[in-house]
């Protein structure tokens, strides 16, 4: 038994039937060896779109998505979505092909210090050192990416280490793979509890891995349960995030904020005046020491409660022990009303007769609407925050915190292995959809239908709109893109491609795209304009 082989059915043992990778050298008996156990490859355009993969399947799914790379620029080429992931909290698993131990400081092929460069968007990262020692390598590997405050682990795998003899390994256990419990300290809930019920508008407010897609039903029953409002925060643009409406003035009202695995950070104003009142008193529950550790340096002294454990407990302990008296029925409506508040109408017509981007939005939320189980994907940018604010999906994939774009494409045929029965829908800029554009390839050889929206507005426009505000309309340089024909590249890549310039043509060039069969691009020429604000101000 080579270590490619049991680390394969390790890794089958944790309950991995796919693997999203794209070839090379040194992972070629990984490939060999996942005939034998019956794992799926997913072969990609690009190491990058196959780390978005495994993210969207995993935040999907509740498993670890597993990405399958090789070693140099293979592995160089994931970092940016490894960040991704690692800001979204996702447990992800990258392995990535190494040149061999025995050749060491000798100038190998891909000889790389890669643990060091992967280290820091990573929960773990280290190098494989025995063949043998594969199939505890891979359970440690998923149990700390499951555990605690979720994330990616990278395990990268010398030649030698996977063409070795590893007959006198195991294959763990399945329940070596399972997440460790990080639970609070007696008393910490009841305190929590106790703080919350003294409070007259209390906000609670989760982290990305306890969102409406990733925990289904868990706002609504913790919101009952403690009778306060909850939400989730995922987005880089935090209190100015248009799917929360005027957020910053909830936020500035609440005179008791529990942040259950919410990293104090940029997108809470740090936690500072200005943007969040001094007189606030704060609650921080996360699994990570070192998140712990910010929010004090943060807060200083208006930290009420820090608690290491994991945020899913800490809610089901909160939600077991509450006891809602429906005493902030008011304040709860009030929160509701302005986090649906929206600055714009969103079957309003632009003054000179183009698609607006709401326009867009909305008539892709009347397929929403008609079908029961939908994922939508919202990648960055203008467009993007329009997507997302219009939008309200039964279950949806962002770009995350780390405000990184172009994933979309790859995001939605992750969704769309992870839940083969579901309409796919990607909503992209002209600009973000250029970054994985070949994924459309992928996605008509393995035959995954999704469809991408382009919103067309012939530019870079969040930069164009820095550019126009900061700089003025005579200093606008460098960020407009072409009328090019995505939906001919994609036809011409195996996909069905829809081309649309007026507002009356968007639901019949929608129902084409999702009746094809086939990955779908709809490009939609539209009207540039900002996003919306979502502060409220």
Not at 6 to 34: E, H, Y
Not at 141 to 158: D, E, F, N, Y
Not at 174 to 186: C, L, M, Q, R
Request: aromatic share 6%; with cysteine.
């Amino acid at each position: 038994m080579r270590g490619a082989d049991l680390l394969v059915k390790s890794l089958s043992a944790a309950g991995v039937t796919r693997i999203f990778a794209l070839s090379g050298n040194q992972i070629m008996p990984i490939f060999d060896a996942c005939l034998d156990a019956g794992i799926e490859i997913t072969h990609t355009r690009h190491e990058a779109s196959a780390v978005h993969m495994a993210e969207a399947y995993a935040q999907l799914t509740g498993k670890a998505g597993v990405a399958l790379v090789t070693a140099g620029a293979g592995v160089a080429n994931t970092l940016a979505s490894l960040l991704t992931s690692f800001e979204s909290e996702t447990p992800v698993l990258l392995l990535s092909g190494d040149s061999p131990l025995s050749q060491d400081g000798s100038g190998a092929f891909q000889e790389l210090d890669q643990v060091s460069m992967t280290r820091p968007v990573t929960k773990l990262a280290f190098r494989a050192k025995a063949p043998a020692a594969l199939g505890g390598d891979a359970a440690r590997a998923v149990r700390t990416a499951r555990s605690g405050k979720q994330g990616p682990v990278h395990i990268a795998l010398p030649f030698d280490v996977v063409t070795g003899d590893a007959s006198s390994g195991t294959v763990p256990e399945p329940t070596a793979f399972e997440p460790e419990a990080i639970g609070p300290a007696a008393g910490d809930a009841a305190q929590a509890l106790k703080a919350l019920s003294g409070a007259q508008t209390p906000m609670i407010v989760l982290g990305p891995s306890l969102n409406a897609t990733r925990a289904p039903g868990l706002t609504e029953a913790l919101g009952d349960a403690v009778d306060a409002p909850v939400i989730a925060m995922e987005s880089p643009r935090g209190l100015n995030d248009p799917s929360l409406g005027a957020i910053a003035q909830v936020l500035a009202k609440a005179d008791l904020i529990v942040a259950l695995g919410k990293r104090i950070d940029f997108t809470l104003g740090f936690g500072k005046a200005g943007a969040i009142p001094p007189e606030t008193r704060w609650i921080a529950v996360n699994a990570d020491d070192g998140e712990l550790k910010r929010a004090r340096r943060n807060l200083d002294n208006r930290i009420f409660l820090a608690v290491k454990a994991d945020p899913r407990a800490f809610a089901k302990e909160l939600m077991t022990a509450g006891e809602a008296a429906a005493a902030r029925r008011e304040w709860r409506s009030e929160a509701a009303r302005l986090i649906a508040w929206r600055s714009y109408e969103e079957d309003a017509p632009s003054a000179n007769g183009k698609i607006t981007p709401a326009q867009l939005c909305a008539a892709v939320q009347r397929f929403v609407s008609d079908d029961g189980d939908t994922v939508l994907v919202c990648d960055g940018g203008e467009f993007g925050q329009w997507a997302q604010a219009v939008t309200k999906p039964d279950a949806r994939i962002i770009n995350g915190v780390s405000g990184a774009i172009g994933g979309g494409l790859s995001y939605a045929f992750g969704a769309k292995t992870a839940r083969e029965g579901a309409t796919v829908i990607a909503l992209m800029g002209d600009g973000t959809v250029g970054f994985q554009f070949a994924e459309f390839e992928t996605a008509a050889r393995e035959g995954t239908p999704f469809v991408v929206v382009i919103g067309n507005d012939r530019r870079w426009n969040a930069e164009y709109q820095i550019q126009l505000r900061d700089y003025g309309a005579n200093r606008l340089t460098g960020c407009e893109l072409s009328d090019a024909r995505y939906d001919l590249a994609a036809a011409a890549l195996g996909a069905h491609g829809e081309y649309v310039t007026e507002a009356s043509e968007l639901d019949a060039a929608l129902s084409r795209a999702l009746k094809s069969g086939k990955a779908a691009c709809v490009n939609v020429m539209i009207e540039g304009l900002p996003a919306p604000s979502g502060a409220g101000h």
